[in-house]
């Protein structure tokens, strides 16, 4: 039997990501290692684990900044809104002196849990369909957001399929749901397509 939280099954880490992206701003390792904290916290993830080096399986890791520069990927489990335990992982992606913190869920291990996935984004069913599944795992992973940003601000957050900024927030059609906080509070704009 198949289970969708266990670490060790390489099928749950396939399929690509679907993620939650801190836009964190300038590089800074006090705030990423606050906001890793607060992610975890609030995501309800549990554990923290990573790769051991001569691959014979995972060790136990603090969550934090440190471990993100030793290790690059954290891994954990959570428990989804509908009462389903997946894996997940975190990692932190520096460029241009600009900080990303990512929440993944590997859609092999949600696929197992929500039949209504199938082979997303590949298949016939990935376009405005697959938002019958991608609205509500949105909104939770905005609230995520929304919670964090209470206590490490950040720049925008967004969530999608491996979310690239520049092409599914700046056309016509949102590919991804975006969380950008402002003077009058936080706001969501889910994804469109």
């Keep these: 039997m198949?289970?969708?939280?266990?670490?060790?099954?390489?099928?749950?880490?396939?399929?690509?990501?679907?993620?939650?992206?801190l836009v964190l701003g300038a590089a800074d390792d006090a705030t990423v290692d606050r906001?890793?904290?607060?992610?975890?916290?609030?995501?309800?993830?549990h554990g923290c684990h990573v790769r051991r080096a001569d691959g014979s399986g995972f060790a136990a890791a603090e969550p934090g900044v440190a471990a993100l520069?030793?290790?690059?990927h954290l891994l954990a489990t959570l428990t989804l809104p509908s009462g389903a335990r997946v894996v997940c992982g975190g990692f932190l992606f520096r460029y241009e002196n600009v900080d990303t913190l990512e929440l993944y869920l590997p859609l092999g291990a949600l696929a197992r849990v929500d039949d209504r996935i199938g082979g997303y984004p590949f298949d016939e069913s990935s376009g405005a369909e697959s938002l019958?599944?991608?609205?509500?795992?949105?909104?939770?992973?905005a609230d995520v957001?929304?919670?964090?940003?209470?206590?490490?601000p950040f720049q925008r957050a967004l969530i999608g399929f491996e979310v690239d900024e520049d092409h599914d927030v700046a056309t016509g059609r949102r590919y991804a749901a975006v969380v950008t906080p402002g003077v009058d509070g936080v706001e969501y704009r889910p994804a469109d397509a």
């Design 2 to 21: 198949t289970s969708a939280d266990d670490m060790t099954d390489d099928e749950n880490w396939t399929g690509g990501f679907y993620e939650l992206c």
């Design 35 to 45: 906001a890793l904290r607060s992610l975890w916290r609030v995501a309800g993830v």
């Design 69 to 72: 520069h030793e290790h690059g």
């Design 132 to 141: 019958s599944w991608r609205g509500a795992l949105d909104r939770w992973l």
């Design 145 to 152: 957001a929304v919670a964090v940003h209470g206590e490490v």
